[in-house]
């Protein structure tokens, strides 16, 4: 069982930021990825980013790219995702969640999820 928090979100004008914090617990492995998804109302789950957890390369999806970075504390199980040059089309619930699967594109992929937090942009 690996529990999931999530925090950092909020309410933010466009071009500013915000870093969202998702720390684990519980039973994992080297073997894992974390990743970051958001859910826009009305849109399904769309990829943000993932870190497999031993090599720590990002990937990203390609409407945050060079805006969005992920980045962990290996000591405190912690992912975080800073966000820049937020625009109010980034405007949803984020979530982060864990897999043990190769493909970490796909949220289908992912057997625990974080409660979600609310990013909210403004225009």
């Known amino acids: 069982q690996v529990q999931l928090v999530e925090s950092g979100g909020g309410l933010v004008q466009a071009g500013g930021s915000l870093r969202l914090s998702c720390a684990a617990s519980?039973?994992?492995?080297?073997?894992?990825?974390m990743g970051w998804f958001r859910q826009a109302q009305g849109k399904g789950r769309e990829f943000v980013g993932a870190?497999?957890?031993?090599?720590?390369?990002?990937y990203y999806g390609n409407s945050v790219k060079g805006r969005f970075t992920i980045s962990k504390d290996n000591a405190k199980n912690t992912m975080y995702l800073q966000m820049n040059s937020l625009k109010p089309e980034d405007t949803a619930v984020y979530y982060c969640?864990?897999?043990?699967?190769?493909?970490?594109?796909?949220?289908?992929?992912?057997?625990?999820w974080g409660q979600g937090t609310q990013v909210t942009v403004s225009s």
């Open positions: 969640g864990v897999t043990w699967d190769g493909n970490f594109y796909s949220d289908a992929n992912y057997r625990y």
């Open positions: 519980g039973r994992t492995s080297s073997s894992y990825s």
């Open positions: 870190i497999p957890w031993t090599s720590g390369i990002t």
